[in-house]
């Protein structure tokens, strides 16, 4: 039987041992990439189950003192809600710590494995020179090994910070992001309407006690009593409806955003609809953009073309099915814009002129030219303006906001 040289035993040796190079290596990406999905996986049910929590120690990282002081001052603005959600929401905080956990673990693996590369080298130098053939093998084949692992663990650790990564983490951001605005229009919105059926409330306690009083002289019906009272009593029922609803969404707010919902901000006012916006729309540009954008569109892209003329047909059938759903959802959402718009328009200006009459009737019941049942009468439709008004400027505002996140792909065809 022939004897093999040494350099062709060694050989067959680091041959032999580095057939499983390839499936030491693909362990290593599995678990690493194992180890990333687990990290990942929960932004699939980030929007609708944001972790709650305080927001604890606010740490500035980056931004002018102004600036900084503004963002923890307890008082929460509209424009502030975005960078909020990135700082503060610990759902999207836990995913990027999580993420560079990950990736400094692989940096200390990878400097081990290089350190460990390093005194394998040396020691194949070492047996070389001691003419030791089977310490060789030894060496070379934990060097073969080494290098394949860190090639593979550096590959992985690159794709971890690549640009998917990165965009499904935005994504989602902007998806948390999204769901914090509406949830501040609407508790704005709740805010408002409160405020004025508090007003409209007292005014209906007022018109019942005077009814009763003139029922009292035979000045005025049963009818009429019994009408104000469950006016009174509506209102009543509105508001604490109106309460509950407010408190909901104050603790949904404080927890998208990273507040304490036993310590809620402040909730600045927001501004009036910026109507200037709509000028901006371009719905040939935003719709292709919305395409782009949109996650649902991109996985259809992203699917394989198919090896059969039926299944490449299909994919393709599948994507421009999905193309035009968006056209029809971008078009619809621009009429709805316009549609509100102009009831927005209408609203202001019944507004407009409530405000200047109920200054006119102010001024003719203090100077007693009205009676109070009168002027009760007429401040009621007043508020009743401004109630339309409100819901105006709000369905307007999220007509806009809802445009402009499907622009950003967050709103799906269907």
Same mark, same amino acid.
């Given at each position: 039987?022939?004897?093999?040289?040494?350099?062709?035993?060694?050989?067959?040796?680091?041959?032999?041992?580095?057939?499983?190079?390839?499936?030491?290596?693909?362990?290593?990406?599995?678990?690493?990439?194992?180890?990333?999905?687990?990290?990942?996986?929960?932004?699939?049910?980030?929007?609708?189950?944001?972790?709650?929590?305080?927001?604890?120690?606010?740490?500035?990282?980056?931004?002018?003192?102004?600036?900084?002081?503004?963002?923890?001052?307890?008082?929460?603005?509209?424009?502030?809600?975005?960078?909020?959600?990135?700082?503060?929401?610990?759902?999207?905080?836990?995913?990027?710590?999580?993420?560079?956990?990950?990736?400094?673990?692989?940096?200390?693996?990878?400097?081990?494995?290089?350190?460990?590369?390093?005194?394998?080298?040396?020691?194949?130098?070492?047996?070389?020179?001691?003419?030791?053939?089977?310490?060789?093998?030894?060496?070379?084949?934990?060097?073969?090994?080494?290098?394949?692992?860190?090639?593979?663990?550096?590959?992985?650790?690159?794709?971890?910070?690549?640009?998917?990564?990165?965009?499904?983490?935005?994504?989602?951001?902007?998806?948390?992001?999204?769901?914090?605005?509406?949830?501040?229009?609407?508790?704005?919105?709740?805010?408002?309407?409160?405020?004025?059926?508090?007003?409209?409330?007292?005014?209906?306690?007022?018109?019942?006690?005077?009814?009763?009083?003139?029922?009292?002289?035979?000045?005025?019906?049963?009818?009429?009593?019994?009408?104000?009272?469950?006016?009174?009593?509506?209102?009543?029922?509105?508001?604490?409806?109106?309460?509950?609803?407010?408190?909901?969404?104050?603790?949904?707010?404080?927890?998208?955003?990273?507040?304490?919902?036993?310590?809620?901000?402040?909730?600045?006012?927001?501004?009036?609809?910026?109507?200037?916006?709509?000028?901006?729309?371009?719905?040939?540009?935003?719709?292709?953009?919305?395409?782009?954008?949109?996650?649902?569109?991109?996985?259809?892209?992203?699917?394989? #073309?198919?090896?059969? %003329? *039926?299944?490449?047909?299909? &994919? @393709? !059938?599948?994507?421009?099915?999905?193309? +035009? /759903?968006?056209?029809?959802?971008?078009?619809?959402?621009?009429?709805?814009?316009?549609?509100?718009?102009?009831?927005?328009?209408?609203?202001?200006?019944?507004?407009?002129?409530?405000?200047?009459?109920?200054?006119?009737?102010?001024?003719?019941?203090?100077?007693?030219?009205?009676?109070?049942?009168?002027?009760?009468?007429?401040?009621?439709?007043?508020?009743?303006?401004? #109630?339309?008004?409100? %819901? *105006?400027?709000?369905?307007? &505002? @999220? !007509?806009?906001?809802?445009?402009?996140? +499907? /622009?950003?792909?967050?709103?799906?065809?269907?």
């Amino acid at each position: 039987m022939r004897r093999e040289k040494p350099i062709e035993k060694m050989s067959h040796a680091v041959t032999e041992r580095c057939r499983g190079v390839r499936r030491l290596t693909g362990t290593c990406r599995v678990a690493f990439v194992l180890a990333f999905v687990m990290a990942v996986t929960p932004l699939c049910s980030v929007c609708s189950f944001a972790a709650a929590g305080p927001m604890g120690e606010k740490i500035n990282d980056g931004y002018d003192e102004e600036t900084w002081a503004t963002l923890t001052d307890n008082v929460l603005e509209y424009d502030e809600v975005p960078t909020l959600v990135h700082e503060f929401n610990t759902t999207m905080q836990s995913q990027y710590d999580s993420l560079e956990r990950t990736r400094q673990d692989m940096i200390t693996a990878l400097n081990d494995l290089n350190v460990a590369k390093w005194r394998a080298d040396r020691r194949e130098e070492s047996a070389e020179e001691d003419g030791d053939t089977e310490d060789m093998i030894n060496a070379i084949t934990s060097s073969v090994i080494l290098r394949a692992v860190i090639t593979s663990l550096d590959s992985t650790a690159v794709n971890l910070l690549s640009k998917v990564t990165l965009a499904s983490l935005t994504k989602a951001e902007n998806t948390i992001t999204m769901y914090a605005q509406s949830a501040l229009i609407s508790y704005d919105s709740l805010r408002a309407s409160r405020e004025t059926l508090s007003q409209m409330q007292e005014l209906y306690n007022r018109q019942y006690q005077i009814l009763q009083r003139q029922q009292e002289l035979g000045m005025a019906t049963s009818t009429e009593v019994l009408e104000a009272q469950m006016n009174q009593l509506s209102a009543e029922s509105n508001i604490m409806a109106l309460d509950s609803g407010i408190t909901q969404l104050m603790n949904s707010l404080c927890t998208l955003v990273g507040f304490d919902p036993n310590d809620p901000p402040t909730i600045a006012p927001i501004p009036t609809v910026d109507v200037s916006l709509i000028d901006e729309m371009d719905l040939e540009t935003d719709t292709l953009k919305a395409i782009g954008n949109n996650s649902t569109l991109q996985t259809q892209r992203k699917t394989d #073309a198919g090896k059969t %003329n *039926a299944e490449v047909a299909s &994919r @393709l !059938a599948l994507i421009n099915e999905g193309e +035009a /759903k968006m056209r029809i959802k971008m078009e619809e959402l621009y009429r709805d814009v316009q549609a509100k718009l102009v009831a927005f328009e209408g609203a202001q200006a019944g507004f407009e002129s409530a405000q200047k009459s109920a200054a006119s009737y102010q001024k003719m019941y203090e100077l007693g030219m009205l009676s109070e049942t009168q002027y009760i009468a007429y401040m009621l439709s007043y508020y009743s303006e401004k #109630a339309t008004y409100d %819901n *105006a400027d709000t369905s307007l &505002r @999220l !007509a806009i906001e809802t445009y402009n996140w +499907a /622009k950003l792909g967050l709103v799906d065809p269907d």
